[in-house]
């Protein structure tokens, strides 16, 4: 029997690896895609895998996605309601939430209340809106599956596991391409340095995050609310190579660790899958090619954005949303040219020291507090 599932965000780095794991099993069936701008790639998407349901944000570039797939059984919508359609195609069993910033909450929200499965790689959804997503997923009985490569390594280490006898989670970061700099340093950053990252391919976007260390507080808000603990439970251990994906520490002293090479299919098939495994091209991790795995501390005052993602998950309420919806204001910046590298966190700083908190904000609240932010700064 095939799996049916809908994509979210089928034309970035997570959706097209997920279409790659799709295309090595034969028993999985697209039946909605959503992509932002991207039509070209759509429309090949289209193409090879028969969705019946396709939606564009961009309501010009969908009017000419219709024009150019006319000939196929396809339906073409765009916008937030064609999003929202998308994540609650009716025979789409679980949605694989690809789509990078916040417009992922409602969408995501809306499949978990039409029983759908979330195979979970927007970030944004658990950070912002956790104390809304988790009794959700509970409530309608739906299960949340992390995509990300630290979370579900975290998520394969529980397997058996009881929560509560977690005592710590450890959780890996490379420290990107600017590891061991200090903000002198890292004061002439340009934008092609900071999308070299070291060891994976990511779209732009998560590649700057990961530079700042970012992308690494966002995981830790995350896994306090994938995994039910405090934020002073989730431990950010540097090892640059990427090689173990993360840890658990237990009450009892063990210590549960999921290694493997640096590639996003293979949390991707799992969530998927789960929970069975399954074959996976690719290469494997030879022991005998390495001589040590190090470890080292992470560097919380020349990457300060992981020092403010600890303050802004320990507060909670509306705070986690100015973190996000700053850095992302501030990442597009950057990207463009108009601030520098190290305002990036700066910025993010002056957002939240600005920000009246909410406390446990409804999804309009979070959606006001983005606009806030966004307005501030501007």
């Not at 390594?153 to 700099?181: D, H, M, V, W, Y």
């Not at 990252?197 to 690494?216: F, L, Y």
């Not at 493997?260 to 293979?266: A, E, I, N, R, S």
């Not at 403010?308 to 949303?321: D, F, V």
């Amino acid at each position: 029997m095939r799996k049916k599932i809908s994509i979210l965000g089928s034309t970035g780095s997570i959706g097209t690896q997920t279409l790659e794991v799709v295309r090595n099993n034969g028993d999985i069936q697209i039946t909605a895609l959503a992509a932002g701008r991207n039509i070209e790639r759509l429309e090949a998407q289209i193409r090879e895998f028969h969705p019946s349901l396709v939606c564009v944000w961009d309501e010009e570039r969908a009017k000419e996605l219709k024009g150019k797939t006319a000939d196929l059984p396809v339906r073409v919508v765009s916008g937030m309601e064609g999003l929202v359609e998308a994540a609650t195609e009716r025979e789409a069993e679980a949605v694989v939430t690809a789509i990078v910033g916040m417009i992922g909450i409602r969408p995501t929200i809306a499949a978990m209340e039409a029983g759908k499965d979330i195979a979970l790689a927007n970030k944004e959804t658990l950070v912002t809106a956790g104390h809304i997503i988790m009794p959700l997923a509970k409530e309608k009985g739906v299960r949340i599956l992390p995509v990300d490569s630290e979370h579900s390594a975290i998520f394969q280490c529980l397997n058996g596991e009881e929560a509560r006898s977690i005592r710590k989670i450890l959780l890996t970061a490379s420290g990107g391409p600017f590891r061991g700099k200090t903000r002198k340093e890292m004061s002439q950053v340009q934008v092609e340095d900071a999308l070299k990252h070291p060891n994976w391919s990511m779209g732009r976007k998560i590649t700057i995050d990961s530079s700042t260390m970012v992308n690494k507080g966002l995981e830790v808000m995350e896994a306090k609310w994938l995994f039910g603990v405090e934020m002073d439970q989730v431990q950010v251990v540097v090892q640059p190579k990427s090689i173990i994906h993360s840890m658990v520490e237990f009450e009892d002293g063990a210590v549960m660790a999921q290694l493997g090479t640096p590639d996003m299919k293979l949390p991707i098939q799992y969530a998927l899958s789960y929970p069975q495994r399954r074959y996976l091209p690719g290469e494997r991790l030879d022991f005998w090619a390495m001589n040590e795995i190090a470890f080292e501390k992470p560097d919380f005052e020349n990457f300060r954005g992981l020092s403010l993602a600890y303050q802004a998950g320990k507060r909670g309420g509306s705070l986690p949303t100015v973190f996000n919806a700053a850095n992302e204001w501030a990442v597009n910046e950057f990207l463009n040219r108009r601030i520098s590298y190290l305002e990036i966190t700066d910025r993010i700083e002056r957002a939240m020291d600005a920000h009246r908190t909410v406390e446990n904000p409804t999804v309009e609240e979070i959606l006001a507090a983005e606009r806030w932010t966004y307005e501030l700064l501007a």
